[in-house]
């Protein structure tokens, strides 16, 4: 159901004003506010070849950030999976938000780092991109899961 409401809403939501969409814009330029944060002069732009943004550095077009990057299809994973193992309201709802809070911005400290480690080290680009870093998002997102099953059978052994 939430993947349909996020099918829905990338065929509808494309934007001018923030493009290609809300989303994946707003990750950008959370992202490229990172990289400053580490002194680099960086820039952000849509891109005029497809739905992206370009991720500048020092004035040379390093990544590519497109819908993929933004992390709502990890996200809805994550919330599919605490709504299926669902407990009492608060406690669930309070899981879910903090989750989401923290794999957003763990995201977007992803993305600043990539760009800045293939900006550094162009040759090791593929390692970088398919390797490491999706591996810092998707393990954080087990580790969560593995946390939230935790919680939940201690809750189980509390009551009985």
């Known amino acids: 159901m939430l993947s349909f409401f996020y099918f829905l809403y990338l065929k509808y939501g494309h934007s001018e004003t923030y493009y290609p969409e809300i989303i994946t814009h707003t990750v950008a330029l959370h992202s490229q506010a990172v990289i400053e944060g580490f002194g680099y002069d960086a820039t ?42 669902a407990q009492k309201l608060k406690e669930t709802l309070l899981f879910m938000f903090a989750g989401l809070a923290l794999i957003y911005t763990v995201n977007i400290f992803r993305i600043a780092l990539l760009t800045i480690g293939i900006y550094k080290w162009p040759q090791h680009q593929e390692v970088l991109h398919q390797i490491i870093f999706p591996m810092i998002i998707y393990g954080m997102v087990f580790l969560l899961w593995l946390l939230w099953i935790r919680k939940i059978t201690l809750n189980q052994k509390s009551h009985v």
């Open 44 to 85: 952000t732009v849509p891109s005029p070849y497809d739905d992206s943004m370009l991720m500048n550095l020092d004035g040379k077009t390093i990544v590519r950030i497109v819908e993929g990057c933004n992390a709502m299809s990890v996200m809805l994973l994550f919330v599919s999976f605490i709504l299926a193992f």
